[in-house]
């Protein structure tokens, strides 16, 4: 289904993501576990400096080709992320409002799948969560990283899509060891589009 207006098309986010957030809630940060206390911070600290600096950078990029490409100017911002980012989030933006809406990244996914906004003309998105690694993946980092065999890795997802094509991100490794984390490499894995 095709969205008449950006306003109608954000409102629809919204109201998709607060039924899967009453199905799936955001938990209270005192009830993260220690390892996604340790990614909430990794996270927040990421979301503050993307909307300080990063996205504002790439928004006037994107809206350099707005015209051309009939994309809104002020496009909403969407933040998917996972249960550590959502707590981030919610701390530091409060609620979601109709020019910034923050969601669990496969709940924004089901959206976009009934309601695309294929040519981005509404909105751009910030994709940042953290990914379990499979055993042979985390073997093969451990390796090429000189880790410890016991070493718990996670990798954070980041990336920023301002329209078709128009992306920018990568993977960076965290070590996750006692109370610290330790990044290990930031984008043993990039790309830009």
Request: glycine letters at 6%.
């Amino acid at each position: 289904m095709k969205m008449k207006s950006k306003a109608d098309w954000a409102r629809g986010l919204q109201e998709h993501l607060s039924i899967r957030q009453k199905e799936d809630p955001i938990p209270a940060r005192e009830s993260l576990t220690p390892m996604q206390e340790q990614q909430c911070r990794i996270l927040g600290g990421h979301l503050i400096r993307w909307l300080q600096q990063w996205g504002p950078a790439l928004i006037q990029e994107r809206n350099f080709f707005a015209d051309v490409k009939k994309w809104d100017k002020e496009p909403v911002v969407v933040v998917l992320t996972d249960v550590p980012g959502l707590v981030a989030a919610r701390e530091i933006l409060g609620p979601p409002n109709d020019s910034l809406i923050y969601g669990k990244h496969q709940h924004v996914r089901e959206y976009l799948t009934t309601t695309p906004d294929a040519e981005f003309t509404f909105h751009c998105e910030l994709a940042s969560y953290f990914e379990e690694l499979d055993e042979a993946k985390a073997s093969s980092l451990r390796k090429k990283f000189n880790l410890d065999d016991h070493t718990r890795l996670a990798s954070h997802f980041d990336c920023s899509i301002m329209g078709p094509l128009f992306a920018r991100g990568g993977r960076h490794l965290w070590s996750f060891q006692e109370e610290s984390p330790s990044l290990v490499e930031e984008g043993y894995e990039s790309w830009v589009s």
